[in-house]
């Protein structure tokens, strides 16, 4: 079981807040396109004989990507991976891209769960992210997604600007869950040092959210969706009885990968490798045939171990004994053994069925968490 990664580096325009690898130009996308396929090929002994059980297209916008180009690259993944035919294949939308004409070209790729970038209703909160459609439109994307047969919806929230109180958080999760979708994604806004907001928040043009209200709104979203049966099983996100996103879960569960484009990233178990964030440079290093366009990581027992604990903590699943056993010495368990005790003490952790999970209190401090139980 293995999943796909494809990295789509291009947006209309660039939202204040972000920092993935993206670009606002376009002129280079039928030459990244290019690119992509003959990565996918260059490749293809990564992940050799593995079933490939989900697809996901992330950015970027993927769905600024035409139908051709779409179906150019899964052409290409379908000849050198060997795909589940009842495989979950995601692709992340703007809501001012989801035209009826273009959810049929979806359909028509087998694009089986669209995540779809919302992330307010209000529209001044959306100018001032910079994002590219009006909470009218996003509303009215979704209708029309799940008109056009997408039953597998996820949509993304942010919560935290300074637009953020109870009252409107409580209307916005209303709104969401009124849309009957399958899954959401909420993240607390972070401020980037790369960006405009970073850039505003450095020259003091703009104040970040106390954490003390960040705390309210964060418990306010699993009550809300917890009482209209969404699923908390990582910490931002929240899905339907068999709607998780089974690509997330499986980068969660340490499942292998490969990532294909500029910044993509793969794993395979002991190591880990990322393309180049540049994409003339993934452009010109994928045609001269370099393996100059990625870096590569051999992961430590140390380095396994502590990502292993900074995923795991922030699922429902936990930290499974079973796993921790298999897998590290008995200096790492030892610490482990010692370190864990505090936060269990303190019911921030408890201990069931052979399995470590955060509790309500703990859930608001699970990087803190995990990081002081990395050796
Ligand atoms: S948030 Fe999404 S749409 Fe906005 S710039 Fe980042 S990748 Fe592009």
């Given at each position: 079981m293995s999943g796909i990664?494809?990295?789509?580096?291009?947006?209309?325009?660039?939202?204040?807040?972000?920092?993935?690898?993206?670009?606002?130009?376009?002129?280079?996308?039928?030459?990244?396109?290019?690119?992509?396929?003959?990565?996918i090929d260059l490749r293809h002994p990564y992940l050799e004989n593995k079933n490939i059980?989900?697809?996901?297209?992330?950015?970027?916008?993927?769905?600024?990507?035409?139908?051709?180009?779409?179906?150019?690259?899964?052409?290409?993944i379908y000849k050198n991976y060997n795909v589940?035919?009842?495989?979950?294949?995601?692709?992340?939308?703007?809501?001012?891209?989801?035209?009826?004409?273009?959810?049929?070209?979806?359909?028509?790729?087998?694009?089986?769960?669209?995540?779809?970038?919302?992330?307010?209703?209000?529209?001044?909160?959306?100018?001032?992210?910079?994002?590219?459609?009006?909470?009218?439109?996003?509303?009215?994307?979704?209708?029309?997604?799940?008109?056009?047969?997408?039953?597998?919806?996820?949509?993304?929230?942010?919560?935290?600007?300074?637009?953020?109180?109870?009252?409107?958080?409580?209307?916005?999760?209303?709104?969401?869950?009124?849309?009957?979708?399958?899954?959401?994604?909420?993240?607390?806004?972070?401020?980037?040092?790369?960006?405009?907001?970073?850039?505003?928040?450095?020259?003091?043009?703009?104040?970040?959210?106390?954490?003390?209200?960040?705390?309210?709104?964060?418990?306010?979203?699993?009550?809300?969706?917890?009482?209209?049966?969404?699923?908390?099983?990582?910490?931002?996100?929240?899905?339907?009885?068999?709607?998780?996103?089974?690509?997330?879960?499986?980068?969660?569960?340490?499942?292998e990968y490969i990532?294909f484009?500029?910044?993509?990233?793969s794993f395979d178990g002991?190591s880990?490798?990322?393309?180049?964030?540049?994409?003339?440079?993934?452009?010109?290093?994928?045609?001269?045939?370099?393996?100059?366009?990625?870096?590569?990581?051999?992961?430590?027992?140390?380095?396994?171990?502590?990502?292993?604990?900074?995923?795991?903590?922030?699922?429902?699943?936990?930290?499974?004994?079973?796993?921790?056993?298999?897998?590290?010495?008995?200096?790492?368990?030892?610490?482990?053994?010692?370190?864990?005790?505090?936060?269990?003490?303190?019911?921030?952790?408890?201990?069931?069925?052979?399995?470590?999970?955060?509790?309500?209190?703990?859930?608001?401090?699970?990087?803190?968490?995990?990081?002081?139980?990395?050796?």
């Amino acid at each position: 079981m293995s999943g796909i990664y494809i990295h789509i580096p291009f947006c209309k325009q660039a939202c204040n807040y972000c920092d993935f690898h993206f670009s606002t130009s376009l002129k280079l996308k039928s030459n990244l396109i290019e690119s992509i396929l003959v990565e996918i090929d260059l490749r293809h002994p990564y992940l050799e004989n593995k079933n490939i059980e989900t697809i996901y297209f992330g950015g970027g916008t993927p769905s600024l990507l035409s139908e051709k180009e779409l179906f150019l690259i899964l052409e290409k993944i379908y000849k050198n991976y060997n795909v589940s035919s009842n495989a979950e294949i995601s692709l992340e939308a703007n809501p001012d891209d989801l035209s009826v004409e273009k959810l049929k070209e979806l359909k028509r790729l087998e694009i089986n769960r669209l995540s779809i970038g919302l992330q307010s209703f209000n529209n001044e909160e959306l100018i001032w992210m910079n994002r590219a459609h009006t909470a009218n439109e996003s509303e009215a994307s979704v209708k029309r997604a799940q008109d056009k047969g997408f039953e597998n919806i996820s949509i993304d929230l942010i919560y935290g600007s300074k637009f953020s109180n109870l009252t409107n958080w409580k209307k916005t999760l209303d709104k969401a869950i009124a849309l009957d979708v399958k899954h959401i994604s909420s993240y607390n806004l972070t401020i980037e040092d790369k960006t405009k907001l970073g850039h505003d928040f450095k020259v003091k043009k703009e104040i970040a959210i106390d954490d003390e209200k960040s705390s309210e709104l964060f418990l306010e979203m699993i009550d809300r969706l917890e009482k209209n049966n969404f699923i908390q099983y990582e910490i931002s996100n929240f899905g339907k009885e068999n709607y998780f996103s089974n690509h997330n879960s499986n980068y969660w569960k340490g499942i292998e990968y490969i990532g294909f484009g500029p910044s993509a990233h793969s794993f395979d178990g002991v190591s880990r490798q990322w393309n180049v964030s540049n994409n003339s440079l993934y452009i010109k290093n994928i045609t001269d045939k370099k393996e100059t366009y990625f870096e590569k990581e051999i992961l430590l027992e140390s380095d396994q171990f502590n990502e292993y604990i900074l995923t795991s903590l922030r699922t429902i699943w936990g930290i499974d004994v079973l796993v921790l056993n298999t897998k590290f010495n008995s200096e790492i368990l030892n610490s482990f053994n010692e370190k864990i005790k505090t936060y269990i003490s303190s019911d921030m952790i408890i201990f069931n069925n052979n399995k470590y999970v955060l509790t309500s209190n703990g859930k608001l401090f699970a990087d803190k968490i995990a990081s002081e139980l990395f050796v």
